[in-house]
């Protein structure tokens, strides 16, 4: 069974710096793209960026490009989201996706449970 | 591409059929449109992939369609666990993008 286990999320002011991680299991986790999709408190769903298997394929929302950073660690099954200069707008539950593909990017086939972002002061 | 989801909200009772729309702001290559559905304090479910093909375990009661920039989730007989909201998103172009959902609520 797939499981993903998002961790990191929490409360941090305007302009600060914060790590989220996702493990995950019950899958060759090499063998496949992965992504960040975030979704603010009542509202709809917002892709926030990707990375494929190998990590030479890393595509951002416009919303956060250069202030966030995806990566992975394939051996320890881990994808990370690094995220600066945090903004109120980037309030949202995160939740970590597996794509269906491994090379390119397709659709979500599952999904984390989500950790919580709060960005106020 | 922009995606367009109409109805924002549609309330009808259980056994009745719902049409939910999908309109994308430009072709979407190969048809490359998902829908997802999502309950209150839930991660989305996967229901549809390649605008057509239903996702492992999923009721023969969801179909999706296509027509030009025009996608469909259809649900024919509404069960008491389908009221929820339903997501569209394509991944024909990078950056992914998702509609703003339609919300089916008990009428």
């Known amino acids: 069974e797939v499981q993903l286990v998002e961790s990191g999320g929490t409360f941090v002011q305007p302009g600060r710096s914060l790590r989220l991680s996702c493990v995950a299991s019950?899958?060759?986790?090499?063998?496949?793209?992965m992504h960040w999709v975030r979704q603010p408190p009542g509202k709809g769903l917002e892709w926030v960026a990707g990375?494929?298997?190998?990590?030479?394929?890393?595509h951002y929302a416009d919303s956060v490009q250069g202030r966030f950073t995806i990566s992975r660690d394939n051996a320890r099954n881990s994808l990370y989201l690094q995220m600066e200069r945090l903004r109120p707008e980037d309030t949202a539950v995160y939740f970590c996706?597996?794509?269906?593909?491994?090379?390119?990017?397709?659709?979500?086939?599952?999904w984390g449970h989500g950790t919580p972002v709060t960005v106020s002061s | 591409i922009e995606l367009t989801q109409s109805p924002g909200t549609l309330s009808l009772s259980p056994g009745e059929r719902a049409t939910l729309s999908c309109r994308a702001s430009?072709?979407?290559?190969?048809?490359?449109l998902a829908w997802y559905q999502q309950k209150p304090g839930h991660a989305p479910r996967l229901l549809i992939y390649?605008?057509?093909s239903r996702a492992t375990g999923i009721p023969d009661r969801f179909s999706g369609s296509e027509s030009g920039t025009d996608f469909t989730l259809t649900i024919s007989r509404l069960e008491p666990e389908d009221f929820a909201v339903y997501y569209c998103?394509?991944?024909?172009?990078?950056?992914?993008?998702f509609g703003g959902g339609t919300k089916i609520d008990i009428k």
């Open positions: 996706a597996k794509d269906k593909g491994g090379s390119v990017f397709f659709y979500f086939d599952s």
């Open positions: 019950g899958f060759s986790f090499d063998d496949y793209a």
């Open positions: 990375i494929n298997w190998d990590s030479f394929l890393v």
């Open positions: 430009q072709s979407v290559s190969n048809n490359y």
């Open positions: 390649h605008a057509y």
């Open positions: 998103q394509q991944y024909g172009a990078s950056p992914l993008t």
